[in-house]
């Protein structure tokens, strides 16, 4: 099973169908964004910040803008660039 089609279970699970298929993209930015919060924060950051993501994006932010930004912080928390 691929990571998109498990998100079409979940997806159809919580009664989302109608918002149109998950995307292999969608699945890339949101493991991607992962990557950078649980490398560059911590671990437990990762399903938080993709967790607020999607709130955000719920809410009608621009996915890759809104993952693009939150990477960004994240990525400049390793860098010691941004204050805690």
Request: glycine share 8%.
């Amino acid at each position: 099973m691929t990571l998109a089609e498990w998100a079409e279970m979940v997806r159809a699970e919580l009664d989302l169908t109608g918002d149109g298929p998950v995307e292999k993209a969608d699945v890339d930015r949101v493991l991607d964004l992962a990557r950078d919060a649980a490398h560059s924060v911590a671990r437990p950051a990762a399903p938080l910040t993709t967790y607020l993501l999607g709130v955000a994006v719920g809410r009608g932010a621009d996915p890759d803008a809104a993952a693009a930004a939150l990477s960004a912080l994240a990525l400049a928390q390793s860098d010691g660039a941004a204050d805690t």
